[in-house]
């Protein structure tokens, strides 16, 4: 067996034996992987500043013999993202993501586009810009690339297309939006604004960069921030332990 050399995000690690580290890291073309770190607790030299949560790194690991466990073999640091442990708000979401990540995509799903979004979130987490409306476009592309995208071009009950004018209602049971002929706004079924339904399908499908040059209004973050929060625990059948940015 060779060993394999990759980018890799750090999203747990924990103390393994007498003086080895488990580590759950995060790659383009291996998907979400555990490995041990051998004697790491004792020296960090061959690891050096590398094993520490949410950093960017490039890490070489084998597969163990049997089972899904790998060796560590050494990792060269790439990025540290210090600004995401600045503030509480920002260990939050960088805390959110990696929770979110780990659900959509278990061991041994593969998704290169994942990857990108959480190394991108964290370089632009890591600059501090536009946190609110990055937490949302994080989850509503996650949730998308995670097979949970919300058809946004037609109503989910009586399949007239939804042409972006007046508001409509979000169905968490259907995934999908409905006009207000088929539905009511409530609590359950928040209402989307056109702006948010635009807004969320740029999420959904655009880039950050476009996202980020929309200026877009705190209803629609606090429309989306709702939509999102009953997408996810409809979805994913629990309420995430990281979801207080969505409040
Ligand atoms: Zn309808």
């Given at each position: ?95 959110h993501m990696i929770e979110l990540t780990e659900i959509l ?33 994080f989850d509503?592309?996650a949730m998308?690339?995670g ?85 996810i625990?409809?979805?994913i059948?629990?309420?995430l332990?990281t979801a207080?940015?969505?409040?």
């Open positions: 067996m060779n060993s394999h050399i990759s980018p890799a995000i750090i999203m747990r690690i924990n103390e393994f034996g007498e003086s080895d580290l488990l580590v759950t890291f995060f790659t383009p073309d291996r998907g979400r992987l555990k490995g041990v770190a051998k004697g790491a607790r004792k020296s960090r030299r061959r690891f050096a500043n590398c094993l520490d949560l949410f950093c960017l790194a490039n890490l070489e690991y084998e597969l163990k013999r049997k089972g899904d466990l790998h060796f560590l073999h050494s990792c060269r640091l790439i990025n540290a993202f210090p600004g995401l442990r600045s503030d509480f708000f920002s260990l939050s979401l960088a805390s995509f278990p061991l041994g799903v593969i998704d290169g586009k994942m990857f990108e979004l959480l190394e991108n979130s964290f370089h632009i987490l890591n600059h501090g810009a536009r946190k609110d409306a990055l937490g949302i476009f509503a592309k998308s690339l097979g949970y995208r919300i058809d946004l071009n037609k109503c989910c009950v009586c399949g007239r297309d939804y042409k972006g004018e007046g508001r409509a209602v979000f169905r968490p049971n259907k995934g999908g939006i409905c006009c207000l002929k088929c539905g009511e706004e409530s609590t359950t079924s928040p209402g989307l604004s056109p702006d948010s339904i635009k807004v969320f399908g740029l999420m959904q499908s655009g880039r950050w960069k476009t996202v980020e040059e929309l200026s877009f209004t705190n209803d629609v973050i606090q429309d989306i921030k709702k939509l999102l929060k009953l997408h625990e409809y979805r059948g629990r309420r332990k207080e940015y969505l409040e």
